[in-house]
Structures are given as structure tokens and as C-alpha cells.
Nanobody, 123 residues
Framework: QVQLVESGGGLVQAGGSLSLSCAAS????????VGWFRQAPGKEREFVAA????????FYADSVKGRFTISKDRAKNTAILQMSSLKPEDTAVYYC????????????????WGQGTQVTVSA
């Protein structure tokens, strides 16, 4: 069982940057994929990015490619989503999630979820 806790959300102006963290407890991220999803009001939860914790490999949604970056703090067992050049359309609740083995973009494939953190980008 993996427990996930996100932190780092907040309010930022368009063009600004924000960093989100996803800390795992209960067990290591080893052999897992860590994914980030977001859900705007009235919309479906959508894939943002994911990375394989062991062995590398990262995949980004086209909407965030070149602006968002996933990094890993292995000592803290924490995944970080660095977001830059933020746009108002990036406003959403951001969730981290975890699953084993391969990167997937479908939220139904992920077994563990955090509680979410709000990101608001003002115009």
C-alpha cells in the first residue's frame, strides 16, 4: 500500500511558476510509475505527466510539454512537478497517482491517489 500526499499548490499569475510535490509513505516508489493528473471544474480528470521511478522514462501531455517537468528526490521518496509558463487554463486540482510497471495515461490504470492540491493561475 502506498499513501500519497501532495503539497505546493497555490495562486500564481499567468507566466509564473509553481512546484508541486508528491511524497510517498508506506512503501517506496521503487518499481512504480508516478503520474500527475488534473481536474478543472466541470471537466474530466486528465493526464498531465508520468515517470517511471526505477529505470527512467517520462511522458508528458502535449498541453504541458516543454513547460512542466517531473523530477525525483529519491532520498525523500518524493516526486516533484515543476510547472512554468503557467496559463489560466492550467487552473485545476492536481493529483499525483501511482501504479506499478508501465506508464499509462488513463486514470483508471492507477491504483493509488493523493488528496489533490489546488493550482489557480490568474490572467
Amino acid at each position: 500500500q502506498v499513501q500519497l500526499v501532495e503539497s505546493g499548490g497555490g495562486l500564481v499569475q499567468a507566466g509564473g511558476s509553481l512546484s508541486l510535490s508528491c511524497a510517498a509513505s508506506g512503501r517506496s516508489f521503487a518499481n512504480h510509475v508516478v503520474g500527475w493528473f488534473r481536474q478543472a471544474p466541470g471537466k474530466e480528470r486528465e493526464f498531465v505527466a508520468a515517470t517511471r521511478w526505477s529505470g527512467g522514462g517520462t511522458f508528458y501531455a502535449d498541453s504541458v510539454k516543454g513547460r512542466f517537468t517531473i523530477s525525483k528526490d529519491r532520498a525523500k521518496n518524493t516526486a516533484i512537478l515543476q510547472m512554468s509558463s503557467l496559463k489560466p487554463e492550467d487552473t485545476a486540482v492536481y493529483y499525483c497517482a501511482a501504479k506499478t510497471l508501465t506508464i499509462e495515461t488513463m486514470k483508471e490504470k492507477y491504483d493509488y491517489w493523493g488528496q489533490g492540491t489546488q493550482v489557480t493561475v490568474s490572467a
